[in-house]
């Protein structure tokens, strides 16, 4: 059985940070992709930022580049985002998510039914 599973998130003010993790169990970690994903209020799930099966290529959503940092951990089966400079429109619903590996790194933010595991999700709050 796979277990997805986010922390990390929380309350903070404009121009803090806030670092989430996720460790994924039940399956060969390094055999995927993975991703984080969010979710505001009244709004659609987006990607935030994707990483590749050895960590050697990323990609972010263009609000997230040059303050958001994605990286893995294969030894641990974790995955981590570190966002700093924070911003009220960064609020939401952060999920991880396990990316088949056969999609190809530029087509993951995109991705929807495509994820095969999500998390629970952790919210992440920034007030101005």
């Known amino acids: 059985q796979v277990h997805v599973v986010e922390s990390g998130g929380g309350l903070v003010q404009a121009g803090e940070s806030l670092r989430l993790s996720c460790t994924v169990s039940?399956?060969?970690?390094?055999?995927?992709?993975m991703g984080w994903f969010r979710q505001a209020p009244g709004k659609e799930r987006e990607g935030v930022s994707c990483?590749?099966?050895?960590?050697?290529?990323?990609d972010y959503t263009d609000s997230a580049k040059g303050r958001f940092t994605i990286s893995r951990d294969n030894a641990e089966n974790t995955v981590s985002l570190q966002m700093n400079s924070l911003k009220p429109e960064d609020t939401g619903m952060y999920y991880c998510?396990?990316?088949?590996?056969?999609?190809?790194?530029?087509?993951?933010?995109?991705?929807?039914?495509?994820?095969?595991?999500w998390g629970q999700g952790t919210q992440v709050t920034v007030s101005s």
């Open positions: 990483i590749t099966r050895h960590g050697d290529r990323m």
């Open positions: 998510a396990v990316v088949p590996a056969y999609y190809n790194l530029n087509s993951c933010l995109r991705m929807k039914a495509e994820i095969e595991y």
């Open positions: 039940g399956l060969t970690f390094d055999d995927y992709k």
